[in-house]
């Protein structure tokens, strides 16, 4: 009898001193179903030694490139089971493209792309390869906004008619980039970033959290962008009005200059008979708001919950679970996806799990607010 | 020696089944300066009459039409000193011409007319007659937006760059007009109501706060107007983006259709430095938010708080005071401003108590979103 | 016909620079039905008129002492209708009882007297006299600490076993009362206050609110008494173990050393079934905890609510109403009494307005907490 | 050059149905640094065989008990580092011995032991061995409490004065160990439990984390037990009021029987200048309230944090954190004092550790509070 074994993942970024390679890592790490064990982790070979040494892993698979990653761990016979990318944006095309050639199911944190034309490129590959491609909406792996979409989806709201979401951060409330600010710098270079600055790092959050919960689609919007702190080459603030493919219309408000807020990231989504509102910084708790009996909170956690929303909660109620759990439950839907595949080469990636249709269509967000923007008026999605 | 005198109000509207006529006598007496003397408090003389005894006023000052009562009161040895109007928005300006022309002072609730030509019509009588003029955005009564306002003054937001305000209610997601409810059959309807829904209703308090408190002019917007509730004539669902004065810019929320809410209004403004967040149903606290250090919670009825807004507070800290106080508060100021203005015949209005200018302004707002909407684009303010 | 007579209110107290009298004036007055119109307002002849001018009434009914008031107003065609006592504590039983004896129903601010015994006294003279007596319990005033009261009425939480009570507040965290600070003063002062410091200034208030919501009654405590800031004479902090007639226990805290709260009133009501949740610094909302379902947030002004509870609210849901407006409560009840009370002759006091009894187990609650405090240990009620 | 050697843990519980096995796994391995290798984790070999299965640890290391753990871990090349013990109360001890005797340090889920004679016993035999060993008292894990432990001990507060702490649950308002429910039974009990109910489940948290901010010491208490729920054995709600050896005094409330509440734990601390608060179920922010100024919220994750805090956190401030990263601190801290300890033999755990004086402490309480109540009064610590 051999040791039950876990999946077996590869890093591309995450070096020192990035933020999100690690939350990748923990979150895959928390179920005990998959072992980050390979990784290129930063630009030089140097630097992906020592981070690979950091995260404890075998210093022969710390590589210097993504390339050499792909092509050495093909002929191990323990090979990665798949690739995360955590790199700037602008690698993510690539790096994804190589992997699946490589024969590698992808996560990649988002956006998937940097433009909309690289995105129909990445799809054509996922569709032709089949093999499982996840994309990290972190928020999406939230208890609470699980229970949001099971509300939304079981029609007790009514028709859904009007919807706000907002994600609103102080941190580039000065020109953070200008200071030697690594994420920031990143975040400001079109060339690595894409050409969507708050619009593509944070206000694709917010709409796929919209579409995500609602069940709905935009179907057309009114964009305005916006570069508030001088030398600042994107945009750092954006605001939309979205229409909806059942008539429902929706306020998208996305900034980076709201000095003092953190990653206050809020959906409200208000039909006929009620409401639900959640908020990413009070993320076990959901608040239903009837229009005609008491509001409600619903806490993570609990029995009354749906049995979707259930399934993922690792706590009792009252236990507080947050963002690496969030990015826990992508990676264990992620995990047991990919096992079934592996068995009946069916790509079985939940429902719940953002994948490259989200990826799609979040990278066309992107692009048609900057559109809308250039034009001061509507356009279709 | 003789009693002192309280200022004497008579009012126009707030018959049986009013909301907003109690609510402007609670506000105006609170302070002891004034008392609810006469009234032509309905549309026929038996309500006029039956409200009378129910406000305890003198019988035969509870007239049957306002005209009779300008008429009556001008002959008596102590008439009223001002005349406060709370009727259907199509009567304001009718009832502020006459009172005017009386020479009687006006305290007028809002929106002052129905249309921005009938606010220049009104400007032009105030103006001409030289008589204090007051509209009740009752919002600006309350002792933390007072905090806010003086905060923005300060500049210790830095300069202010974003500003996202809201007002959100759910009570008109249903056809409430088609059930003989009064308040919201008299909205409904654009003869009574004027040809703003939710814009001249809710809409209107949000642009006014937003402009009261950052001390910035909106220069131009693009809105958007919908009618949700199927039978509906007027929007009911009000969405606008703004460009201010100094460059800063806005996105406006208000909605009727918010299933579960109540009267959720909303105001934050995002300096370089920090950040104000004040809520109405929560109206003793205000957040204040900093890129640099905790965010403050600052409570009303404190020591801290700037002379201006401590001056408001009839309370020690942690005790709530409400809606009504925010009238009183408005009504103070008018009454202090009153008694000047007859001392000295200048006009003594304070610049925290809304006036004419305000009137215009929110006329013209509701004007302009309207058009906005029309062409589906952005329009001069 | 002549004017509707409000019923007339003469003021013990409540002269320059008090907190509490004008509170009592304004929540008199608030409904419409109640009117100040004579007071012995301070204890200088001159201090009372300039009292009663800023108040608005007749000079020749601000009287030096409440003994001419008394005597004066009982020969006058229009007398005072009620006497409303605001002074410092050791002088509300003499004047509770003058009034009494001269025929004046009574609203008396808490506590009732100093002591046990005088509390026995009054409650004698109020049982001779056969005359209305209340005692302002603000809180008892609240919509929302209505509702929590008919919900543990109603059965709905299973039999009450827990309750948790408490009030905090920090004004005293130094020793105000030798800075010239009159209401720290006043209430440092044995003579004057009473030998209950903390206990007795807010105790009783965590103690009546305990009572009046959970429906249960002390048996027995254990309780202790400190006095936290050096050159204080009472105790200044409060704990108490509590039993019940029913078998349940509570926990009540009060402290006046708590450096940074302003006036924090909670209280905790746990039932077999769920459990209620109120503080004061946010009145208008009631969280409803239930063991089997999402918490539950009643709002004020809703149609949901109990009936009672409904009855009481001057606004629409979302509008805040505040400490004024639960006094104005109060005044109501007592108004409606009294008009009852002289039509028929029957104390028609409602059981929701706190009265002769409250004020008799008030004291005795301080009685016995100083006394458990003395023993350390357990006393009977 | 070899892989980087993570520590490797054996754990003795956590088996099927075990809620907090799998948080000591998360937390431990959260950070990398530490690998759960073998265990014993259940009562049966095949249980202990089926759990190792699911955490992914070679079969070969799933023992059918705990002796057979130790002694064929210490046989191998490449044995466990560390024992981590989460089974019932009553075999902390036997298993914490052993595992010591046997030359394995411990992490012990709490409480320690079931008696404070037990307690006495493994102090004894941690003093002998000189081994590492730490108590998860998980609070201690989370930055914010981290935060108030620092605030408290920079004397910003001045001299502390007043401490309230409570911890309040629901979860056995019914007589959940009668229906097969498997950790209410063994906390129901008191063979497997030890004779505190509430006062040993959660009474001890309250206690520890009371300590544990403020840096005092509880010399002496007045507890109060009470069997709430009928057909219980052990007590289900307990109240104390402490004194602390700097004078100041508190009040501790833990129940088990508030239906509605999930685990709210909250602990205020009262100084001369100004007071913290902070609660479980909201753990990133702590409120600081000042005397002279506005309330403060302090964020996880910010800059302006004390040294140490900042130094746990994972994330950037806004991405909230939870109970698993605050297990995830002190397996942290836990794994650096052993590597340190290896080294230079020296026991490095940090002091914001909870070791085995607070174990000792925790005990002594539990069997401190159980004395006072039956005596009902004060007993000395």
Redesign the interface.
Known sequence: ??????LRMGMVGGGPGA?IG??H??GA?????IELVAGAFSQTAEKSRIAG????????RAYATYQEMLSAERKRPDPIDFVAIVTPNSTHLPIALAALEAGFPVVSDKPATTTYAEALTLEAAVTRTGLPYALTHAYAGYPMVREARAICASGK??TI??I?V?Y????L??LLESTGHKQAASRADPAINGPGGCVGDIGVHAFHILEYVSGLRVTSL?G?L?T?VPGRILDD?C?A?LRLDNGA?G?L?A?Q????????VRL?V??????IDWR?????RLR????????????A????LSESTRAIS????????????GFGVLYREFANGLIAWRRERVNALPPTLPGITAAVRGMRFIERVIESSRV???VEF
């Open positions: 009898m051999t040791k039950p074994q876990k933020f690690p939350v890592r923990m790490e928390l179920d005990g179903k040494e950091s995260y404890g892993i075998d210093p022969g709201l009514g008619r009007k706000a907002e609103f951060q102080g941190w409330a000065q009114n305005t916006r508030v603030d605001s009005f219309t306020v408000m900034t200059v709201a000095a003092g807020e953190l990653n206050e409200r208000y039909g006929e008979k009620g409401s990413q910084q009070d993320p076990n239903v708001k009837w229009a005609d009996g008491p509001e409600e909170i619903r806490h956690g609990t029995g009354y690792r706590l009792p109620a009252g236990h507080p679970e947050g963002y690496i759990e001061e008026g509507w």
